[in-house]
């Protein structure tokens, strides 16, 4: 198992549709992302606790929407609806082609997502 953490895409610090720590068991996590404030090391520690605590020993998380603002409620502005439909064609790409090995997905957001 490689502890490299992975970012795609990788140059790109406002758009983000996958962070993840490939395992040999994954756990596909659907999610809205983080704030763009947050740091990636402590977002991929919270995952390996998810992730560990329930026999995961890799996981993936998959943003709903693709575009990292500062906070949660700023998504109540106009969302781009084709950004988010290419969004939704790479997460059901990351599942159709198994490259990750995904055992079980967890739904998760916060109390700002209607």
Partial sequence: MSNEIIILPSNNEVK??????????NLLIISNYPAISDDNDI???NAD????????DGW????????????????????DKDLMYKNWLSITALISRD??????????WGDDID
């Fill in 43 to 45: 977002i991929a520690n």
């Fill in 16 to 25: 983000r549709t996958f962070i993840a720590k490939k395992g040999k068991k």
């Fill in 99 to 108: 490259q990750f090995k995904i055992k079980d997905v967890l739904i998760a």
């Fill in 49 to 56: 606790i998810v992730a560990i605590e329930n026999g995961y």
């Fill in 60 to 79: 993936v998380i998959a943003c709903l929407y693709p575009i990292r603002v500062e906070y949660p409620l700023q998504y109540r502005e106009e969302i």
